[in-house]
């Protein structure tokens, strides 16, 4: 059996199925572009073919043919198409009056129109849809939710003690190195951020507990636990050492046992004490 062969047994078993037609060309697309121009002309005939089948067994029902398709059984040519010259004198292809009052699209191939809907182009065979592939990521519907992760250069970074409402304004944009926060007593290099005078030491905050930075490119502050003692937690959530999260606007971060609120001030909005 050629290759040929088997790729139209194998589009016609998938349309057996209930596979679209569109669904069945993609599964199939890396095998039908490795064939020759001339085969792949031959493939748009044995697929209208089968389509014409399809649509006439859906209007006059009669029990299916065997998906095992050969050629010799294939029926005659399907109605309101003519033939023109082609690399096959039996090849059908559509005549530029079918399209009327249809939207089209040109091949990038052989620069022939094809509607915008199909697949592989009439005239050549070749895939119309060059961009798409059957393993694409499908685009999922904007929930319109607001990204509470967007912090850009003009924001400012508010951590708030939950136990005293105390709150530290930050701009890590500012800052060439990463801000440390932790607790001093005994600590051969400060933290940016000092704890101890807010319980830090009997709250299990490690003397460099744990860094913040902002990404630029991705307009996000994120936060590393700097391998502490007692962890550090996001929303509940302990970070292993080293992990790298993103923090958003209304997050709760806890260092051991102290909690703080996180907030992004745009502009104008909370202001902390100092």
């Known amino acids: 059996m050629s290759t040929l062969q088997e790729l139209v047994q194998q589009y016609s078993a998938l349309r057996d199925r ?27 005939r044995q697929v209208r073919l089968i389509e014409a089948m399809h649509k006439s067994s859906d209007e006059y029902p009669t029990p299916k043919p065997n ?77 319109k939710q607001p990204d509470t992760s967007f912090y850009n250069d003009d924001s400012t970074l508010v951590l708030m003690m939950r136990d005293s409402n105390f709150a530290f304004k930050l701009r890590p944009q500012d800052n060439r190195h990463d801000i440390v926060i932790g ?7 400060k933290p940016d951020i000092d704890l ?33 003692a007692n962890g550090s937690f996001l929303n509940g959530q302990k970070l292993h050492p080293r992990e790298v999260r993103v923090i958003r606007h209304g997050d709760e971060l806890r260092l051991g046992r102290l909690v703080m609120r996180v907030y992004f001030q745009h502009g104008t909005g909370l202001t902390p004490k100092r």
């Open 18 to 44: 209930g596979v679209s037609a569109g669904k069945a060309l993609e599964q199939l697309r890396e095998r039908i572009m490795s064939m020759s121009k001339s085969d792949q002309t031959e493939i748009v």
């Open 67 to 143: 998906s095992a398709l050969i050629f010799s059984d294939i029926p005659s040519t399907p109605p309101r198409q003519q033939t023109l010259q082609s690399p096959r004198e039996d090849v059908v292809v559509p005549s530029k009056s079918a399209y009327m009052g249809i939207k089209t699209s040109n091949c990038p191939r052989c620069g022939k129109p094809n509607p915008v809907d199909e697949v592989l182009c009439a005239h050549c065979g070749n895939f119309l849809l060059q961009g798409k592939s059957a393993f694409e990521t499908a685009r999922l519907e904007d929930d």
């Open 196 to 228: 101890l005078d807010h319980n830090g030491d009997q709250g299990g905050v490690s003397r460099l507990h744990l860094s913040i930075r902002y990404e630029a490119r991705d307009k996000t502050v994120c936060v590393v636990d700097m391998n502490s």
């Open 183 to 189: 607790r001093s007593n005994g600590a051969s290099m």
